[in-house]
């Protein structure tokens, strides 16, 4: 049996939103939300056998190739390595909880769901895609159906986020878009096959390799998004619905750090060392500028939203550590954050469908109010502030233990970001947790069965990779392996060896 | 006698051959035919059977004395479809016209369906180490005429854009009662000016199709005679138009001072080996690239643009956008890129300038607008700069990328403006932003398509507009104008922002309340059917553009 999984991971939910775009009445709200939870739930399954077939190996497998535009050199080629596979499964686990989680939606159903499923394939689509036009259609496409969950379902202030999201993002793509041109036309291009830009790309001169990094560089760190890049997600978080929060916190965001691991380390190693330095302190910057600023927010889900920016320094930081274990640890910790601050994001939406507030300073004694909601926040807090025995911890641990010996500054100075991780996150729950029950506390009826399902799996993934890592690391490893070791070896840096995480 | 014989021997009576401008003759003769049984009123019927007498007689002939019996069918069949269609639509004289034109513009289509098969494959082409096939170039009728890829490719997207504007174009017209007689054969004859200006090869030929095709179309701007802001457009487009119009003629006649000839190819031959006064092939070649600006709507030669687009009925500005500018565009290649490009150092660095300005500006003028179809003139000043990248590069990638984005933008660009007509008819009334609030709500299906052919004006990937910005870039950064391109991504940002704003306003606002007692929204069929062809075509081509950039790749056919 030769099933082109990759391309059936892309087509189940991109059929499913066609499906619901075009045959579906609007009216029909059961079978809307079914048709979409099935879908996704479909392509989680197909997930699941995505991984179950990978083997722990560098490189890519389950390849898939064919021609799509030859005049240009643009072919459609997939491929799946251990830099994506977790990311792709990440998209897919999170996007059924997400669909379940908005159950209840009751406005403009029919289109809430058909972008959450484009959203999917088009996400998907990014990891896998091995051509750089496919990975830019991906990049662009996926701007729509985001663009309308936010600009469409959002809050009060929905516009302005969802147009500032538009534009930042699309200011990094048209960057890359340039960049990618201009490999194209480079002596050994004329295709956009991603291995052969990678070779051209590093036989340029270090001038050029600057510019062009600058150019991908652009793009992901608006992804990440990266200080001081970041102001557009505080706000598009805010202004989002629920599963608009979710899918941009737990999957959008992971963009801009597979896009350093897939292109700017690769492509360009020259460039990625000698601009390390300045990423690194953003890195950092972001860590500890991310946090204070969460410190003081008055808004719950504004404060996930700043944690975001903190967790995802870190992810940069174990990359242009250019140290194996470090980018290891960034890859699991992108998918830490993706479980942690997703789960963080549905439970502020619970509360906020209850009570329609997101302050924190109007809750009190909410433990004692919702003894189930209390418990798995607490949890997923922990988890988030990096727990050990929790995920949150074997993502951020070998980060700052890769990048201790590669670049000791910035992991240091990283560690306070830890601590205050746990500052801000304990000092809200406490705040709105602990305490009398009063406020909005007042009478709240507990999680039901359906929100209850949907945090299961993500509560017992943050136990299970918090205890037992080792398979998600046994296939991250190799790929992340060897593309340190090659970025180091196009840099001339002496090579590491890979420490702990195995 | 002798010296009178030698005279007459001297004149050089060209031959004609017919067959290179065939697709003119079609436009125009069902031109004539429309315009007759529009005048003829009641009388259609007879006057129909007389013309299918005559021409039925004249097929005849030219079938015994030439030999070209499948011509000589055509003509035939085409008379005795005529008549038919007559007798069918008897009472209802614009359907018949309507009928008639899109007959025209299919024949016309496929008269230049034949002269491609003709000519496909007659020469080769070589961009690097790759050789492949284009179509061949011929010139005819005395070197006034060129037959090459860059005329009939541009034929298709003149007669695809008429036969769009038919069906997008006739219910509005209806509702307006602006549906009278001239407007089909206008229709007919400004396309046949355009085909015509898209295959010159002589000045003197793109002057005239200029005016044909200028003429027309100043009477269709004013078409709503009744509407001032139409009369105003159409005052204010002859007026500059006919200012412009002299200053190509200007250039034309500096042309032939310097170089004795007004053939395009010969004056590009002339100027190159020239050392005539610097400053008098700067001065001639300036004045072109103005008449030529004007038509193509560059800046700052574009003033006319917002008001015209704005005033003109919907269709006839949707059909305006289009194919007047890939037939000027046709033009401007072949004189610049097919003629001049040995003189590339002077008018690049110009078109250069030209081109950021067209695209910033155009783009930033379009944010402020509150009417949509200004918006939409606006930004069609900036599409103009994206051709323009296209044009700059002065290489066989450059004049097909060229070539395909006009076929694209005149797809798009006609959809939108078919949405919007199609709008128009609940206000009755110009369509400002305002008037667009909450339309997604209530017509999900016209707002979902006027939202796709935003996004393609846009260029978001997966749709032809990404396509065929993403040809003129390439070929852009092919050329090594890499400036040009960043000029280029920058005006793109801007333009998404007003095209999002529409889709904005249509999805995300809430609709103002008295929209509960405007008129409801009644599509035709044939006004679905053009959107839906619209639509379909923009989302094909965006995710298999595999065809079409092969036809626009044989169909460059100068080399720079």
Known sequence: MNLPVLTVLIAIPAVTAVVITLFIPAGNRTALRSTALFGTALTLAATVGLVLRFEPIAGFQLRETATWIPQWGVSYRLGVDGVSLFLVALTALVMPLVIAASWEQAVRVKGFFASLLALEASLIGVFLALDLVLFYLFFEIMLVPMYALIGIWGGANRRYAALKFFLYTLVGGFLMLISILYLYFQPGGGTFSYETLTDVARGLDSTQQALLFTGFFAAFAIKVPLFPFHTWLPDAHTEAPTAGSVVLAAVMLKIGGYGFLRYSLPMFPDATSRLAPIILTLGVIGVLYGALVAMVQRDIKKLVAYSSVAHLGFVVIGVFALHPTGASGAVVQMVNHGISTGALFLLVGFLYDRTHSRQIAEYSGLLKAMPVFGGLFLVTVMSSVALPGLNGFVGEFPILLGAYQTVPWAAVLAAFGVILAALYLLWAYQRMFHGPVEGRAVGLLDLNAREITVMVPLVALMLGIGLYPQPIYDRVNPTVERIVSEARAGADLPAVAQGAGR | ?560
């Open chain 2, 1 to 560: 006698m002798t010296i009178l014989a030698q005279a007459v021997q001297q004149i050089d009576v060209p031959q004609i051959a017919w067959g290179a401008i065939s697709p003119e003759l079609v436009l125009f003769g069902f031109g004539i035919v429309v315009l007759l049984l529009e005048t003829a009123g009641r009388s259609r019927v007879g006057v129909s059977a007389f013309l299918t007498v005559v021409v039925l007689a004249a097929a005849a002939l030219l079938g015994w004395r030439t030999g070209e019996t499948l011509t000589a069918l055509m003509v035939a069949l085409a008379a005795l479809a005529t008549m038919a269609l007559t007798l069918i639509w008897r009472d209802r004289p614009r359907m018949l016209s309507a009928i008639l034109t899109a007959l025209g513009f299919v024949g016309a289509l496929a008269a230049t369906g034949w002269q491609w098969a003709e000519y496909a494959g007659a020469a080769t082409a070589t961009v690097g180490s790759e050789s492949f096939p284009i179509v061949g170039t011929a010139t005819a009728i005395g070197d006034m005429v060129a037959v090459d890829g860059v005329a009939l490719f541009t034929r298709f997207t003149v007669c695809i854009a008429g036969l769009l504007t038919i069906p997008l174009g006739y219910a509005y017209a209806e509702s307006r009662r602006i549906h009278r007689g001239e407007y089909y054969p206008l229709l007919l004859f400004s396309a046949t000016g355009m085909t015509l200006l898209a295959s010159s090869a002589d000045l003197i030929m793109v002057f005239i199709s200029i005016e044909i095709l200028s003429l027309s179309l100043y009477i269709l701007t004013a078409f709503a005679r009744r509407d001032l802001n139409s009369q105003e457009a159409a005052f204010k487009y002859f007026l500059l138009g006919a200012f412009s119009s002299a200053l190509l003629l200007y250039g034309i006649a500096v042309t032939y001072g310097i170089a004795g000839t007004t053939n395009i190819a010969a004056a590009g031959a002339a100027f190159a080996t020239l050392d005539a006064p610097q400053a008098m092939t700067l001065t001639a070649m300036g004045l072109l690239v103005v008449g030529f600006g004007f038509k193509t709507a560059i800046v700052p030669f574009h003033m006319w643009t917002p008001d015209v687009y704005q005033g003109a009925p919907t269709p006839v500005t949707g059909f305006m956008a289009a194919a007047t500018k890939a037939a000027a565009f046709a033009a401007f290649a072949r004189l610049f890129v097919g003629s001049f490009a040995n003189l590339q150092w002077t008018w690049v660095p110009a078109i250069w300038v030209l081109a950021v300005a067209t695209m910033l500006l155009g783009a930033i003028l379009a944010v402020v607008q509150q009417d949509v179809k200004r918006m939409l003139g606006y930004s069609a000043v900036a599409h103009a700069g994206y051709v323009l990248l296209g044009l700059t590069a002065v290489t066989r990638d450059g004049v097909s990328s060229l070539l395909l984005y006009l076929l694209i933008y005149a797809v798009t660009s006609l959809g939108a403006f078919g949405v919007l007509s199609l709008l128009e008819r609940r206000t009755r009334k110009a369509m400002a932003l305002d008037d667009l609030r909450g339309v997604g709500r209530r017509y999900p299906v016209p707002a979902g398509m006027f939202a796709l052919f935003l996004l393609s004006l846009a260029g978001i990937p997966g749709t032809a507009g990404f396509i065929a910005k993403f040809a003129v870039f390439r070929s852009a950064v092919e050329a090594g104008q890499i400036l040009l391109v960043a000029a280029a991504v920058l005006s793109s940002l801007i333009a998404f922002f007003f095209y999002i704003r529409v889709i904005v306003v249509m999805f995300m606002d809430e609709e103002p309340a008295e929209a509960e007692f405007a008129a409801p929204l009644i599509s035709t069929t044939g006004m679905s059917a053009g959107l839906a062809v619209a639509a379909a075509v923009v989302v094909v081509v965006g995710l298999v553009p595999g065809l079409l950039l092969d036809l626009a790749r044989q169909a460059a056919s100068f080399a720079g």
